[in-house]
């Protein structure tokens, strides 16, 4: 069984994640981190090379390579926009979103320029609420649980990822 952690950028899905797979005892996986290892270079550097589409393409196909894994699986936040990926991960296990203000993302990701979606201008709290705002319905719409990660240390939030892994 996979547990999916969906949430944007600065949510906590690979800091916490990987606490709570450590705690458990199983395997985490970063889909980002995968396509990069898999490339050869950063996600930034695909998605300037290539562009978002393409990089969308590989998402997809790194969910549908690790579904089904019994592992806590970090996506990238965009992920959840493409229904195919939001079917692959309902088949294969559960869906936790994570949750925080626009405003505590933005400062939990600094200046954003690793981040391909932030880089472009350096109104990241402008951004990060834009982006919010857009994908806010799916990672609704999609979770089987919600953790808010606003108040919660990184350690705390890993605990509740750990709670809803099921027994």
Not at 93 to 103: C, E, F, H, Q, Y
Request: hydrophobic share 40%.
């Amino acid at each position: 069984m996979t547990l999916w952690l969906v949430g944007m950028m600065g949510s906590g899905k690979t800091a916490a994640g990987g606490l709570a797979a450590d705690a458990l005892g199983v395997p985490f996986l970063d889909t980002d981190a995968e396509i990069a290892r898999r490339m050869g270079c950063s996600v930034a550097q695909l998605w300037g090379d290539l562009g978002e589409s393409a990089f969308r393409d590989m998402e997809r196909a790194a969910l549908q390579r690790v579904a089904g894994t019994e592992a806590i699986v970090g996506t990238g936040g965009g992920a959840i926009l493409d229904e195919a990926n939001r079917r692959t991960m309902h088949e294969s296990g559960k869906v936790v979103w994570l949750t925080a203000p626009s405003t505590t993302l933005a400062k939990r990701v600094g200046s954003g320029q690793e981040r391909p979606l932030l880089a472009k201008d350096s109104d990241v709290a402008g951004n990060i609420a834009s982006i919010l705002e857009e994908r806010e319905p799916a990672y609704a719409d999609s979770a089987d649980e919600r953790i808010d990660t606003e108040s919660r240390t990184v350690q705390e939030v890993a605990e509740k990822i750990a709670e809803a892994w099921p027994r």
